[in-house]
């Protein structure tokens, strides 16, 4: 009797070493294979998703979207950038995850003590995590950054520190160049606020003095006949997201009245538009006979 349970039982031993193991181990790398590419494909439709309702919201609207879509190209180039850089860093997490998890599995169908190495692991953790709190901290708000879509590349942003144009996001620092043509190097996680200038839409606020006894109705009506002059002609209506708005009187003060205009634009044409708008209301005040504001006596003064 005790012959007969060794001779069964020891074929069942040599079958379970020699194939039980190897083919487990198969079937958890299969598992895995087959999970990650079915992440993957999830992760896939879902940027496809973002990427399509944002241009179902940027296609509808009037004449200050179409104005947005056509002059700044960023409802196509900018989507496309910000799903594929989220899918990419979604799809690198899941692989990390699933691969993770089928490697000890594997170790543990292979005998391998688990309980040693997980403790280990999670003492190095907690001690690289200390010795490295502002990696981790740059590359959680490089995350986020990138998934809110705060800045891109080309944006001009005021990040406290500088102020500049952003050339290269990464998910530790931020390379922007300011007007001096000085490089910035600004980590991600040491930026507490952002100001950005390149996103929607900016505003023009153009003050046109005149002098103090001049008709100011008259003044107002051929600052309205620039404003829609303008407005009809390229490449300024390509900018324009509405007609530019003579707001009327802003100040009187020292014997000058201010005029304002206030103008709707896509963002950075804001100030070529300014310089244009006060060019073509310096002639046309002069044309209707309107003057500016005075010089003060001692600028025209031989020893000035």
């Keep these: 009797m005790p012959d007969f349970t060794v001779s069964d039982q020891l074929p069942v031993t040599i079958w379970d070493r020699l194939l039980g193991t190897p083919l487990m181990i198969a079937g958890i790398v299969v598992i895995a294979l087959f999970l990650r590419w079915v992440v993957h494909r999830a992760i896939r439709k879902v940027t496809a998703m973002m990427e399509q309702r944002s241009a179902e ?10 104005v947005l879509r056509q002059a700044t190209g960023l409802d196509n180039e900018r989507r496309k950038q910000r799903a594929a850089t989220v899918g990419s860093l979604l799809r690198s997490i899941s692989t990390v995850l699933i691969f993770t998890i089928a490697a000890l599995t594997i170790m543990a169908e292979l005998g391998v003590p688990l309980a040693p190495l997980l403790t280990s692991a999670g003492i190095g953790g907690v001690a690289l995590g200390f010795g490295a709190q502002s990696l981790v901290k740059d590359f959680l708000s490089g995350i986020f950054m990138i998934m809110e879509d705060q800045y891109g590349v080309g944006d001009v942003i005021d990040t406290g520190e500088a102020i500049g144009t952003v050339e ?15 490089v910035w190097y600004v980590r991600n996680g040491e930026i507490i606020r952002i100001g950005n200038k390149s996103q929607g839409w900016a505003v023009a606020l153009i003050d046109i003095p005149i002098a103090y006894d001049q008709p100011v109705e008259k003044a107002l009506d051929t600052l309205r006949t620039v404003t829609r ?14 007609e530019p708005q003579v707001a009327g009187v802003e100040s009187v003060s020292g014997g000058v009245v201010t005029l304002r205009i206030i103008a709707k634009t896509v963002p ?3 100030y070529a538009l300014s310089r244009e708008v ?12 309107i003057r500016g504001p005075a010089l003060p006596a001692y600028s025209a003064g031989a020893g000035i």
Aim: without cysteine; neutral net charge.
């Design 278 to 289: 006060r060019e073509r209301s310096k002639n046309a005040l002069d044309a209707a006979g």
């Design 57 to 66: 919201r940027v296609t509808a609207g009037g004449r200050a979207t179409r």
């Design 168 to 182: 290269e996001v990464t998910l530790r620092v931020t390379r922007l160049r300011d007007a001096a043509g000085v």
């Design 229 to 242: 002059t303008i407005d009809d002609e390229s490449p300024w209506k390509e900018v324009l997201l509405e």
């Design 268 to 270: 950075g044409e804001q």
